[in-house]
């Protein structure tokens, strides 16, 4: 079965601290991956997407994303955040011609000053 | 350049009644999608839609239908309303492309009591 995981539901962190938001997603078959974020009582914007070439992708606000073939990983990472990073981030597959994506649980990222 | 929007942003409703909400498109694409987000979870994919007809379904009932309209836009019917689908519907615009990105709304939130 196609399945997306978020290993973190919730991950506080000290603003201007690095954080990684992990996400591994179940296929044997060709994907194409992203990150969304959800501010409160909002629709998801995207941050980044990975759909061929450098397995190293960056988005907006900073943030970057590795996907890793082998481990079927896509986390995604931020050097430094901010209090405005507060918000909750989804890892989403779209399995090759699926023509939909599949999303995981969800990580509550909170950012503590 | 309008982003994809969608009406009503919110909704009451009572148990056995039916709702009808609405999407409009980002300019220019021609594919609509809608999933749902019941509270703390992930987005789960409902349907898709492009030149009119339906393409691809997740798993919902058959009290889950849609429509696309020539101008792209689309509604998402729900009959016979349950508390259980008491969610944020979130509606995503693309091109008809598997590789193509899902631009989403802001969503309406359904209160069914």
């Known amino acids: 079965a196609q399945s997306v995981t978020q290993l973190d539901s919730q991950v506080p962190v000290f603003e201007e601290a690095p954080v990684e938001l992990r996400c591994n997603y179940s296929?044997?078959?060709?994907?194409?991956l992203f990150w969304y974020v959800q501010y409160p009582n909002q629709g998801l914007q995207l941050l980044l997407k990975y759909l061929s070439g450098s397995t190293l992708v960056k988005g907006i606000n900073g943030f970057e994303a590795e996907f890793n073939k082998s481990q079927t990983s896509f986390h995604l990472r931020k050097p430094s955040v901010h209090i405005s990073d507060t918000a909750e981030y989804f890892c989403?597959?779209?399995?090759?011609?699926?023509?939909?994506?599949?999303f995981g649980q969800g990580t509550r990222l909170t950012i503590n000053p | 350049d309008a982003g994809v929007t969608q009406s009503p942003t919110h909704l009451i409703k009572t148990r056995g009644q039916q709702v009808t909400l609405r999407c409009s498109p980002k300019s220019g694409h021609d594919t609509v999608s809608w999933y749902q987000q019941a509270l703390g979870q992930g987005p789960q994919f409902i349907f898709q839609y492009y030149e009119e007809e339906e393409r691809q379904r997740g798993n919902f009932p058959d009290r889950f239908s849609g429509h696309q309209f020539p101008n792209y836009s689309s509604e998402l019917n729900v009959n016979a309303l349950l508390l259980g689908d008491s969610a944020l519907y979130l509606c995503a615009s693309s091109f008809f492309s598997s590789t193509d990105t899902q631009y989403f709304g802001p969503g309406t939130r359904l209160t069914v009591l």
């Open positions: 296929s044997s078959v060709s994907v194409y």
């Open positions: 989403a597959v779209n399995y090759q011609g699926a023509q939909k994506l599949v």
